[in-house]
């Protein structure tokens, strides 16, 4: 199985991953919550195993956008917290099971051949706009048929934007659902209003009809309108 570890504490990820790589596992690991976020949203894994508490992005950030994604990837949860309020949060979030540390390795086995029985859910189709498409699973987006590379961020940004198209959004929304900024003491308006600008450029210039537009005062809104 292809298994994705994002764990932060060195030890127990060393050993995790040499006793899957015993068991014939191909492991992939990484110790940052953003880094593991990335991993976790742009391949394809059997199961996936997340520690809650990690650096740059926690655990359940990590699952809660999995499964806004609509990405089905068997997720075990690692943890040092076994209260029940913790596991519920971890369940809610889109967790499939959870393991308190420490654990034993053949217990961990075990959840794993249990989580890969169950089957995963077919991911929903492409997220499209006109003849702009944008698939959440391979992370690509496409308008006319040309392929459009996207950084990170931006991709975060078209893909909020579609799943809100019609609607208006905010900067303070966007700052919020996208940036993680809840604080807003240090506004992100000129850092959103460059990514905008570059993402317009990249899915409305030489291309027909525009979609992005600016609504003054208001925010930013993706929508055909028909000539």
């Given at each position: 199985m292809q298994i994705l570890l994002i764990e932060d504490d060195d030890k127990l990820a060393?050993?995790?991953?040499k006793g899957l790589q015993t068991e014939g596992h191909e492991?992939?690991?990484?110790?940052?919550?953003?880094?593991?976020?990335?991993?976790?949203?742009?391949?394809?894994?059997?199961v996936v195993l997340l520690d809650i508490l990690l650096p740059g992005r926690s655990g359940l950030d990590?699952?809660?956008?999995m499964r806004e994604m609509q990405l089905a990837t068997p997720v075990l949860l690692l943890t040092a917290k076994d209260a029940v309020e913790d596991r519920v949060r971890g369940l809610d979030a889109g967790a499939d099971d959870y393991l308190v540390?420490?654990?034993?390795?053949?217990?961990?086995?075990a959840r794993i051949r249990a989580l890969v029985?169950?089957?995963?859910?077919?991911?929903?189709?492409?997220?499209?706009?006109a003849d702009l498409e944008l698939n959440v699973a391979s992370r690509s987006v496409r308008r006319a048929e040309r392929e459009i590379?996207?950084?990170?961020r931006e991709?975060?940004?078209l893909e909020y934007l579609l799943r809100n198209q019609g609607q208006v959004v905010s900067r303070e929304m966007l700052a919020r659902d996208v940036w993680k900024e809840t604080s807003r003491y240090t506004p992100l308006d000129n850092v959103i209003d460059v990514h905008i600008a570059r993402l317009r450029?990249?899915?409305?210039?030489?291309?027909?009809?525009?979609?992005?537009?600016?609504?003054?005062?208001?925010?930013?809104?993706?929508?055909?309108?028909s000539a």
């Amino acid at each position: 199985m292809q298994i994705l570890l994002i764990e932060d504490d060195d030890k127990l990820a060393s050993s995790v991953q040499k006793g899957l790589q015993t068991e014939g596992h191909e492991v992939t690991v990484t110790k940052t919550g953003e880094e593991g976020y990335f991993l976790a949203s742009g391949n394809t894994f059997d199961v996936v195993l997340l520690d809650i508490l990690l650096p740059g992005r926690s655990g359940l950030d990590i699952l809660s956008r999995m499964r806004e994604m609509q990405l089905a990837t068997p997720v075990l949860l690692l943890t040092a917290k076994d209260a029940v309020e913790d596991r519920v949060r971890g369940l809610d979030a889109g967790a499939d099971d959870y393991l308190v540390k420490p654990f034993a390795f053949p217990e961990l086995l075990a959840r794993i051949r249990a989580l890969v029985r169950r089957g995963r859910i077919e991911p929903r189709p492409p997220i499209k706009c006109a003849d702009l498409e944008l698939n959440v699973a391979s992370r690509s987006v496409r308008r006319a048929e040309r392929e459009i590379a996207l950084t990170p961020r931006e991709f975060e940004v078209l893909e909020y934007l579609l799943r809100n198209q019609g609607q208006v959004v905010s900067r303070e929304m966007l700052a919020r659902d996208v940036w993680k900024e809840t604080s807003r003491y240090t506004p992100l308006d000129n850092v959103i209003d460059v990514h905008i600008a570059r993402l317009r450029r990249k899915i409305d210039d030489n291309f027909t009809p525009k979609l992005l537009y600016t609504v003054r005062g208001l925010g930013f809104i993706i929508r055909e309108i028909s000539a």
